[in-house]
């Protein structure tokens, strides 16, 4: 038996006698001797059930439950009374009691109403999580978002030091979402993700200090597609409860994983479509465009020949709207044409440091603070310096845009398991799910001049590197962007 319990009696005798039965049972236990001692304790930590005494001054058990349950509302309390009739049972039953002890305490009675407690509150509890993972995958089109309420869900319902969901990405398991402590041992808990993949069952191994590492496979479209991992307390041993739990946020996760895919692919084909007819269509207006041009450059001439000041800077304005079209037309048509990608030994770092130099000049009169936290074992990569500096680039361009006057951009590269990841933070306004559902759409931006053309380009230079991206965002929280790239063998 697990849990803590919170013992409330004036009567140091019974405190002692309750302590010592309670603890022989495996539960943590905490006393205090009166309502006072009690609030502050339940202030101060959870609790999985509570034993108060009816007669206590100057406040009883029942107001002291009542008083309780305005901090934790769903801890069961057991009503503990020398005065054991029904009314009273039935009088703290209705005012929010679990149930009732009478004493002298039965040894039985005692145990099998704790048990009934503790078992009541955990399957309250794993309710309610399973139906907050539930609405989260209905409601949200983002698989990393699911899998971290799966991930941290899991944590809580089994009391597991950490969880951790992998997912199998050309053939290697990569993690990705995690809740809870970190872990000391990765290997452990990727050992157990893969012998749960090898097993199509969920298996539980032993990792160092006798930790215990209990994974479930996820199977999606027949297929392993990584596995949930968790990670119990050291000399802890998960029990059955935790195999089903553990089942069933798996499952949760697999469908997560499916639905992203089924988007992932009906959005590629839309906007493959898209693409192809705005490339026609940017083909077209090119031509016109440039003729537009110089005209609009000869009117200027002849305007600032003949002195009219407020013609010329019409003509200008004509000029620009002229640029800013053409500019659409190029984004347009390398957005349509498949990337050719041209690999060629990179250090990433070098490569985040001149992209920073670049954008320089959108710091001028700002109070914006560079944090840079680059990884020095980060290998030279096989990768296309030219189309990447465009990717980090415009992440950087959009942190800063995002802060305004002052704020925090961080720049950050990690090397980890044979991949690169490049993280882009700003402290800014953030954004909503609703644009971060349609951040890489065919010609959907946020900005008053934006082509929205520029994460859905950056994306696709990452995919065709075998990477990903992943956006973790909130309004007034600031975005977080990470770039995930395998390092592949560098070129001498």
Request: charged letters at 25%; a negative charge; one cysteine or more.
């Amino acid at each position: 038996m697990k849990g803590r319990v919170l013992v409330v009696d004036d009567d140091s005798s019974i405190v002692e006698v309750l302590e010592m039965r309670l603890s022989a049972m495996g539960l943590e236990v905490t006393t205090a001797r009166n309502a006072r001692q009690a609030l502050a304790a339940v202030n101060a930590r959870p609790y999985d059930v509570g034993l108060f005494d009816l007669r206590m001054e100057p406040t009883d058990g029942i107001v002291l439950m009542q008083d309780v349950h305005r901090t934790q509302p769903r801890l069961p309390v057991l009503i503990m009374t020398a005065h054991g009739t029904i009314e009273t049972a039935v009088q703290a039953v209705q005012r929010g009691a679990f149930d009732f002890l009478t004493k002298p305490f039965m040894r039985d009675e005692l145990r099998t109403k704790i048990s009934r407690a503790l078992s009541e509150r955990r399957w309250a509890r794993d309710r309610e999580r399973l139906r907050a993972v539930g609405e989260t995958l209905a409601s949200s089109g983002f698989m990393e978002r699911t899998l971290d309420a799966v991930a941290h869900a899991a944590v809580e319902t089994t009391e597991a030091d950490c969880c951790i969901v992998f997912l199998l990405e050309k053939g290697r398991l990569t993690p990705m979402a995690s809740a809870g402590t970190q872990p000391p041992v990765w290997e452990t808990l990727q050992g157990a993700a893969a012998a749960a993949i090898e097993r199509s069952a969920p298996t539980m191994i032993t990792g160092p200090e006798g930790r215990m590492a209990l994974a479930a496979p996820l199977f999606v479209e027949g297929g392993p597609a990584g596995a949930l991992v968790i990670e119990a307390p050291a000399r802890v041993e998960p029990t059955d409860d935790d195999f089903e739990l553990l089942a069933l946020f798996s499952s949760q996760a697999a469908v997560a994983i499916k639905n992203a895919k089924e988007l992932s692919r009906l959005r590629s084909g839309a906007l493959s479509a898209l693409g192809r007819m705005a490339t026609q269509v940017a083909h077209e207006l090119k031509n016109p465009l440039g003729g537009l041009k110089l005209y609009a450059r000869h009117l200027e001439q002849r305007l600032a020949t003949a002195g009219d000041a407020e013609g010329l800077e019409i003509a200008g304005k004509i000029g620009q709207a002229i640029d800013h079209l053409a500019e659409l037309v190029t984004e347009i048509t390398a957005f349509g044409r498949s990337p050719e990608i041209k690999r060629a030994r990179t250090d990433v770092n070098v490569l985040l440091n001149e992209c920073l130099a670049l954008a320089q000049d959108r710091m001028t009169d700002r109070r914006i603070e560079i944090v840079q936290d680059y990884d020095t074992t980060c290998p030279p990569a096989s990768l296309d310096a030219p189309a990447l500096r465009k990717v980090f680039l415009n992440l950087i361009l959009n942190g800063l845009e995002a802060m305004g006057a002052e704020g925090v951009l961080t720049v950050r590269s990690t090397f980890r398991d044979g991949a690169i990841d490049v993280l882009v933070e700003d402290t800014g306004c953030g954004m909503s799910p609703e644009t971060q559902l349609r951040i890489f759409d065919l010609f959907f931006t946020t900005k008053p001049n934006g082509t929205g053309l520029g994460m859905g380009i950056a994306r696709s230079v990452v995919d065709q590197h075998g990477g990903n991206m992943r956006i973790d965002s909130a309004p007034g929280k600031g975005t977080r962007v990470r770039v995930h790239l395998p390092v592949g063998e560098s070129t001498e």
